[in-house]
């Protein structure tokens, strides 16, 4: 069993910056791949960003490819997202989540543990 709590959205303007942070508790991190998920208002969730279990690969959506870093810190048992050069398109609640498949997914079903979801807004 995995709990995850993110951090770190809010109101920003766009071609303006945020970095998401989500902490995992209650297993071992490493053992997990990690992804980014966002679901804007009446729209479907959606794949940002994945990151395999040691961190040495990383996957976007082309959406944000060139603008998003994905990243991770086992041994603190940390995600995180780094968005720059935001748009109001970007405006979602963003959710980390984890999971122990054999390989990377962009598929939300596949991911076991989710956080609760951080708000994004950024303004035109």
């Known amino acids: 069993q995995v709990q995850l709590v993110e951090s770190g959205g809010g109101l920003v303007q766009a071609g303006g910056s945020l970095r998401l942070s989500c902490v995992a508790s209650g297993s071992t991190f490493g053992s997990y791949r990690m992804a980014w998920f966002r679901q804007a208002s009446g729209k479907d969730r959606e794949f940002v960003a994945a990151i395999s279990r040691t961190g040495g690969r990383t996957y976007y959506a082309d959406s944000v490819k060139g603008r998003f870093s994905i990243s991770r810190d086992n041994t603190k048992n940390t995600g995180c997202l780094q968005m720059d050069m935001l748009e109001h398109e970007d405006t979602a609640v963003y959710f980390c989540?984890?999971?122990?498949?054999?390989?990377?997914?962009?598929?939300?079903?596949?991911?076991?543990?989710w956080g609760q979801g951080t708000q994004v807004t950024v303004s035109s």
């Open positions: 989540a984890v999971g122990s498949l054999a390989y990377n997914t962009r598929t939300a079903t596949d991911y076991n543990y």
